[in-house]
């Protein structure tokens, strides 16, 4: 174990957590088809807010970063790198064949915008790994990623890692290459600007790439 805790305070901070847990879990009125029933006020939903936070510190706080867990962090690392070459190519694709389509000057008038998003997917049981820390930690991983996934537009914003580009716009390629984990732009998003905790983003398993395009035309009688 890498974390200088004492075994005393690693067992206060899991009581802490699994009683925060207990509380988030009430709060949104669990039900195994409709866990989250939409009836938070804004003023619970900042409470709710404020509980997950919680979770995320004392979680951060436990992490162990053992042998195992800096092995599926590069796993992660490396297909953040993976992914993100992809999106740039896959985006270079659109722009280019949007470019070449014909009949298409009419929209040219108003920006084109393409757009290209890497995001966590909750996604039955294979979006949640299990880890041999699970028992070290004592959260519930499942249902709190599945909480977190299934409100991330009212408790934080969707995505991890994304671009946007105008149609006609000189492409640099967005690049992870030489980066460790630490400085990996899309981990450091999901544990900086979200709610999750290292220990979450670890455990994570089921992530989609969205690409969109948005471009509008006048209409006059």
């Known amino acids: 174990m890498n974390n200088p ?6 067992t206060r901070l899991r009581r802490r957590l699994q009683t925060c847990e207990k509380r988030i879990i009430e709060m949104v009125n669990w039900d195994p088809e409709y866990f989250y029933d939409e009836s938070l006020s804004y003023e619970e939903l900042d409470q709710l807010k404020a509980l997950l936070k919680k979770r995320q510190r004392i979680l951060n706080k436990m992490c162990l970063y053992t042998d195992n867990e800096v092995k599926r962090l ?13 999106m740039n190519q896959d985006l270079g694709y659109l722009h280019d064949g949007r470019m070449n389509m014909p009949n298409m000057e009419q929209y040219n008038d108003n920006p084109t ?18 880890m041999p820390e699970d028992d070290y930690y004592g959260s519930q991983f499942d249902k709190m990623l599945e909480l977190l996934c299934a409100e991330e537009d009212d ?12 149609l006609g716009d000189h492409f640099i390629e967005e690049t992870c290459e030489g980066r460790t984990y ?12 979200h709610l999750y905790s290292m220990p979450d ?3 994570m398993n089921n992530f989609r790439m969205k690409m969109t395009m948005e471009q509008s035309r006048t209409l006059t009688a």
Request: glycine share 4%; proline share 2%; hydrophobic share 40%.
């Open 113 to 130: 915008w393409l757009d290209i998003m890497i995001y966590y997917d909750f996604y039955a049981e294979n979006s949640v790994i299990k």
């Open 201 to 203: 983003v670890l455990r």
């Open 5 to 10: 805790q004492t075994k005393d305070e690693m």
């Open 182 to 193: 630490e400085r990996n732009p899309a981990i450091q998003d999901l544990i900086k600007c």
């Open 155 to 166: 408790l934080t914003y969707k995505g991890c890692y994304g671009f946007c580009r105008q």
């Open 74 to 86: 590069e796993e992660l690392n490396a297909m953040f790198i993976d992914a993100i070459r992809q």
